[in-house]
Nanobody, 129 residues
């Protein structure tokens, strides 16, 4: 079992920045690929960014490319999402997700929600225009 706890959400003006963190329990964090998803009111959940188990592969949704950066620190069991130049369209609940440990065999990212086995409770990000 893996527990994921997100933090760092809040209210920010358009153009501002936030850094989300996701702390994972257990000793298998470094074997799992990680992802950040978001869900806006009335919309389906969507992938924001993903990172391979080693951190050498990353994926970004087109809507956040060049503004968001995903990273991980396997020594701290933590994955981060640095969000810059925030827009009102970035408002939503942001979820951290982890794959199973088979991800350690592949240097790839996982971009579909159904590829993830564990989810955090989410953190609210609100961008005011």
């Amino acid at each position: 079992q893996v527990q994921l706890v997100e933090s760092g959400g809040g209210l920010v003006q358009a153009g501002g920045s936030l850094r989300l963190s996701c702390a994972a329990s257990g000793r298998t964090f470094s074997s799992r690929a990680m992802g950040w998803f978001r869900q806006a009111p009335g919309k389906e959940r969507e992938i924001v960014a993903a990172i391979s188990w080693s951190g050498d592969m990353t994926y970004y949704a087109d809507s956040v490319k060049s503004r968001f950066t995903i990273s991980r620190d396997n020594a701290k069991n933590t994955v981060y999402l640095q969000m810059n130049s925030l827009k009102s369209a970035d408002t939503g609940v942001y979820y951290c997700a982890a794959t199973n440990t088979n991800a350690r065999w592949y240097s790839i990212t996982y971009n579909q929600g159904n590829e993830y086995d564990y989810w955090g409770q989410g953190t609210q990000v609100t961008v005011s225009s």
